[in-house]
C-alpha cells in the first residue's frame, strides 16, 4: 500500500503528526479529510453519469434532425 515505507517510519510519520498538530487537532484533521474525500467521489460519479448520458443526448439530437 505505502511501497518502500516500513512500518518504523509510518509509526515516525504518525509521531511527528502528533507532535505538530497535537491530540485535539487530529481528529479535526481527519474529520475534514473524510469530508474531502466525500465530495471528491461525489464529483467523480457526476461526471461518470454525465458522460454515460452524453450518448444519449447525442442519439436524441440526431433522431429529432431527421425527423425535420
Known sequence: MFGNI????IILILLVVLIL???KKIPELAQGLGKGIRE????MRDVEEEIKQEPDKIESKKDEAEKK
Do not use: D, I, R, W
Not at 516500513?6 to 517510519?9: K, R, S
Not at 471528491?40 to 464529483?43: D, G, L, T, V
Open 6 to 9: 516500513g512500518t518504523g517510519e
Open 21 to 23: 498538530f497535537g491530540a
Open 40 to 43: 471528491f467521489k461525489k464529483a
